[in-house]
């Protein structure tokens, strides 16, 4: 599916639209610690059509059914310890959002036990993040590693073409897309263009800063200066694609005008630029998660929410991707929840020598009575920081209301739990986006419902009407249970 | 303006495909089956029998006079699948788009930059594929506004160095000194003489800026617009067209000398090399070998040697793996370890050894600190790294240097199944399953009395692990004399070591007692020879050999018996096979 084309006209009147446009967002409350008024300049949109933001998470390696999944019914359901305040972090929790809340159970992955060519022989880790956003059978082998396409397009890039769409002109930014991975890895990248190529995530916060506010602080005329230049740079560019595209083999033409498709979609986005003030960068500097070494991961995941937030907040985009690890084997060691080498491990009479200490070793002892408590601090961790999300938004005004009445979150793991299942995928939703759909419940499947049906759910809760997404013969329609 | 490219003809496969034509060639991986006690080269989709002796068909890629071209076809977009070798035959030969380190290296080269802009871009590869390869995740918007980043930083730099750089002075005539920048720019970063076709639209590019602005913008306007460019991100190449003959097409001398200058120095060829070219020098394979031994001895070739190995073997997960602080001194060793494989392997290809001692030699080198960190005797070297012996009956090479060993290791524990399945995979091109769904991982935690092999051993008694695990666990176990970090020890758990293990499914079959009669028996392994030339072919040409490479694999297999498997010998003999002097031709 490609997107749909914005074309210049179309864009001159966003332009314009700019320029006459209301300042509508005039606090960012607790967000600039340096005392500037960050303020944002929002494109005039018709006063009917309420902002919807749609934020994709993933946690990785599983979860612990037992923990995650609420006793109770729909609405009068009971969290369980996975979803409430962690003890010894000031992280809000799920608990805090019940109402804001839909967690399901009974969606199952089918598109990642389908990977790899044959129904069935599909994996967790390998082919659990490629899927879980498309729907689509992972591409390629197991292990040829260079033969990875994703089956289809991410419903983040699909929600953000029909918001543009909507919006009638382009944001600055199509989806500001974070993640540990910064790269290409299999393990932890959830986005994928309309080819099935996989989008490259931003692991720094230094970086993911200039992407934010790279052009921030200029007069109007600098600001145009710059907006010249790369059109007639980008057109010149093209233009040489366009006659090594001719000569071209019919092979390479393939390749080069994917690249030319992204070209065009860069210089769509020239004149979208932003007017909100620069913040301090100071705070943002030089800070990664960190590869095999997690240590970070709480002040880093904080950071990369508090920049999600200021892009949401200064409409630099409207759609967001977040991988708190890559799933799978060494990388995610997280001290921080006393499993530094083992110790700490409350008592357990395992050996020290053993308890590892990371978290997909851990995750492969889920159903353990020693390691389940260990495994429930990890998902309350990742749930409590995307609350924490939520509540950055929470805080921030807009209009009547807040940045989070337009946020539609769906989180889930590549995999159910660290047994490399795919079924009971932990989907949970926080947020309505505008009213969209109806949350505060536990939406319990006894059927396996594919979560191609969920993810149909999400996109016309944002929009977009579709009958499929992904492998079309999983799909039902939208999940009607979410409205 | 914008031709339609939206809907370009292709009969090739689809673009969601990652490979293009060279997915049709890929193996058949067969899935679900688990493993049998053989273990089939990767790539092959021959018999198990076959399979099951790697020197049977030991180049690790399907025969053409076998099964092979009815699996694989005739080879797509114009690649022949070769029954004699009594032709140029050479494969696909995709496009290539500049590496990340090739980027930042033509940076420095063509425009002094050294600043490494390129770095902020995503990592071209992911483990045990290669940096060269053709980036089959393709091109998205991000990366592209990535690029546009990347020119922008640039240009300012060349901007503010401007007076140096210009062959003239803007002063005495503002255009005829734009066209001499024009000229001397184009050929650097198109790799190629320019014609009036190509300098044209530079002239207007850089007359735009100079109308925006001053003389300085214009400049400005055309490196950005260079340095985004398709003739400079990428090396198109169309060969001669009078040497065309049926599914191969000579390469002209500058593409040759591109293709030497990339491989050897992951940059743009130097004035020697574009001399050689013009003078027609690079038309002869003996012309070609002149300047590949010249070049190799230039420490960009020996980055080149030393970057190969470290991606074969995955070493570059060295930098990030976790280990417990219970390692003392593992984060201040990282890089003494990096630097012990670098060392080694730059000796061993500077003295033109031989692959069996890269997998055996009963020596390394090493400092006071890294040997230090191993608990070894000081060699007597505070910084600089000098060989030292290391005891045959326990050490292989480079795959018992604590690079390769702390990559694979867990956190704090030896990692049999994953030191298995990397010389399973990555040095015998053994064609191992992932997995299967479902699986619950139910190795017993340890006690006092147990050692990581007894635990490990658990994979054999449960039957829906021990096809696969026999196979690789009995390899691992070879290394169980190396902590997680790579360091020697005795005893595991206080329990004496047992690092006995069995070679199944390959060339070289049979038992051996410890990582040192490991390494012998895959110094002497046809099928490890097999499976290196493969990677060094999927490193030099950015894909894996596919059917249609039967050709340049056996010339280079021959070559490289002939030269008794010496590395420096193998660099050159690369350089002289059909699909490095060939391409097929160009249709549009």
Not at chain 1, 162 to 177: R, T
Not at chain 2, 110 to 135: C, N
Not at chain 2, 386 to 392: E, F, G, N, S
Request: hydrophobic share 35%; charged share 20%.
């Amino acid at each position: 599916m490609s997107h749909t084309p914005i074309h210049r006209r179309h864009l001159l009147r966003g332009i314009g639209a700019i320029a006459v446009g209301l300042p509508l967002l005039e606090i960012m409350d607790g967000l600039d610690e340096n005392g500037l008024p960050l303020t944002g300049v929002r494109r005039a949109r018709a006063a009917s059509a309420p902002i919807k933001r749609y934020i994709g998470l993933m946690v990785p390696n599983g979860i612990v059914p037992s923990t995650h999944f609420p006793t109770g019914g729909e609405t009068d359901f009971v969290l369980g310890a996975s979803m409430k305040p962690l003890n010894g972090f000031n992280l809000p929790s799920f608990e805090d959002y019940r109402q804001d809340l839909i967690v399901f159970k009974g969606i199952d992955n089918v598109a990642s036990m389908n990977s790899f060519g044959t129904p069935g022989s599909g994996s967790g880790h390998e082919s659990g993040p490629t899927t879980l956003f498309t729907g689509a059978a992972k591409l390629g082998t197991k292990e040829g590693r260079d033969t990875w396409k994703g089956g289809g397009p991410s419903i983040d890039q699909l929600i953000a073409e029909q918001i543009e769409k909507d919006h009638g002109a382009p944001f600055p930014i199509k989806s500001l897309l974070l993640g540990h991975t910064n790269g290409a890895d299999w393990f932890g990248s959830i986005s994928f263009d309309a080819n099935g190529t996989y989008l490259p995530s931003s692991g720094s916060t230094s970086n993911t800063f200039d992407t934010l506010f790279g052009s921030g602080n200029l007069t109007d005329a600098e600001r145009q200066a710059i907006r010249d230049r790369r059109k007639s740079v980008l057109d010149g560019t093209l233009e040489n694609f366009q006659r090594l595209y001719l000569k071209a083999s019919v092979a390479d033409k393939v390749r080069l005008k994917e690249h030319m498709d992204a070209i065009r979609d860069v210089e769509m986005r020239v004149d979208a630029q932003i007017t909100c003030t620069r913040p301090d960068k100071t705070k943002y500097m030089d800070l990664d998660p960190g590869n095999g070494d997690g240590k970070n991961l709480p002040v880093w995941s904080n950071l990369m929410f508090d920049l999600m937030t200021l892009g949401f907040a200064c409409d630099m985009t409207r759609v967001a991707t977040f991988v708190f690890r890559n799933c799978g084997g060494g990388g995610s060691y997280l001290p921080f929840l006393g499993w530094a080498d083992g110790t700490g491990l409350n008592g357990s009479a395992y050996d020290a020598a053993y308890a590892t200490g990371e978290h997909h070793e851990m995750s492969h002892r889920v159903g353990q009575a020693e390691w389940d408590p260990e495994l429930t601090k990890a998902s309350a961790f990742f749930n409590g920081s995307t609350a924490l999300l939520a509540q950055k938004m929470k805080a921030v005004t807009e209009g009547s209301g807040t940045l989070f009445d337009s946020a539609l979150m769906l989180q889930s793991s590549e995999i159910g739990t660290g047994g490399h299942n795919n079924d009971n995928s932990p989907f949970v939703i926080l947020g309505n986006a505008a009213g969209s759909i109806r949350t505060g419940r536990y939406l319990n499947y006894t059927r396996s419902v594919p979560h191609n049906d969920l993810l149909l759910g999400v996109m016309a809760a944002m929009g977009l009407s579709a009958t499929t997404v992904g492998d079309a013969g999983l799909c039902s329609g939208p999940l009607k249970e979410l409205i | 303006m914008h031709l339609d490219t939206r809907n370009p003809r292709h009969r090739c496969a689809l673009p969601a495909r990652g490979w293009l034509c060279s997915l049709t060639l890929l193996p058949l991986t067969v899935l679900g089956l688990g493993c049998t006690a053989q273990v089939k080269p990767s790539g092959g989709t021959s018999s198990a029998s076959a399979a099951a002796v790697g020197g049977a068909n030991s180049n690790g890629i399907q025969s053409a006079g076998g099964g092979g071209s009815t699996v694989l076809g005739s080879g797509g977009c114009g690649a022949i699948v070769p029954t004699t070798c009594n032709q140029p035959y050479p494969g696909e030969a995709p496009i290539r788009r500049l590496t990340r380190a090739e980027l930042n290296n033509m940076l420095a080269d063509l425009l002094g930059d050294k600043s490494r802009p390129a770095d902020l871009m995503p990592t071209d590869s992911v483990r045990f594929s290669y940096e060269t390869s053709i980036q089959p995740h393709g091109i998205s918007a991000p990366l592209v506004d990535q690029y546009m980043q990347v020119a922008e930083k640039v240009s300012l730099g060349v901007l503010s160095n401007l007076d140096s750089t210009l062959p003239c002075q803007p002063a005495n005539g503002e255009e005829s000194c734009a066209q001499a920048y024009i000229a001397q720019l184009c050929k650097g970063a198109f790799r190629r003489s320019c014609s009036a076709e190509d300098t044209a639209p530079l002239f207007a590019m850089w007359q735009k800026g100079r109308a925006a602005g001053d003389f300085k913008t214009g400049i400005q306007y055309l490196v950005e617009m260079v340095l985004q460019s398709a003739d400079f991100l990428y090396r198109p190449e169309f060969g001669d067209p009078a040497s065309a003959g049926a599914g191969f097409v000579k390469l002209s001398g500058s593409e040759v000398a591109t293709r030497l200058s990339y491989y050897l120095w992951s940059t743009e060829p130097d004035a020697a090399l574009t001399m050689a070219a013009d003078a027609g020098q690079l038309a002869t394979k003996e012309g070609v070998a002149t300047q590949a031994k010249r070049m190799l001895q230039d420490p960009r070739a020996h980055e080149a040697v030393q970057r190969f190995h470290e991606q074969w073997l995955g070493l570059d997960a060295l930098a990030t793996v976790a280990k417990s602080d219970t390692f003392t001194g593992f984060n201040a060793a990282r890089p003494l370890l990096k630097a012990e494989t670098r060392a080694f392997v730059d000796a061993l290809f500077t003295e033109n050894s031989d692959l069996g001692t890269l997998l055996s030699a009963p020596y390394s080198y090493s400092n006071d600190a890294l040997e230090s960190f191993y608990g070894l005797p000081s060699p007597g070297s505070a910084q600089a790294f000098k060989k030292v012996p290391r005891d045959a009956t326990r050490y292989a090479g480079i795959l018992t240097q604590g690079s390769f060993l702390a990559v694979n290791g867990k956190l704090n524990q030896s990692a049999p199944v994953m030191r298995g399945v990397q010389v399973l995979r990555q040095v015998l091109c053994a064609d191992l399953p992932a997995p299967p769904p479902n699986l619950k991982i139910t190795i017993p935690p340890p006690t006092a009395d147990t050692t990581t092999r007894a635990r490990f051993e658990q994979h054999e008694n449960d039957p829906a692990c021990s096809s696969c695990h026999q196979v690789i666990d009995r390899v691992g176990f070879g290394f169980e004399h190396f902590d997680a970090v790579g360091r020697w020890r005795d005893k595991d758990n206080n329990l004496l070591v047992d690092a006995s293990g069995a070679l199944m499914g390959t060339d070289v079959d049979g038992p051996f007692n410890g990582a040192g009669e490991l390494g012998q028996k895959l110094a002497n392994s046809e099928q490890v020879r097999s499976c290196y030339l493969r990677n060094v072919f999927y490193n030099v040409h950015g894909r894996p050999p596919t059917a249609p490479d039967r050709c340049s694999l056996e010339q280079l297999q021959a070559n490289f018996k002939t030269t008794q498997y010496t590395l420096q010998d193998l660099a050159v003999a690369v350089t002289q096979t059909d699909a490095f002097l060939y391409r097929t031709p160009v249709t549009p």
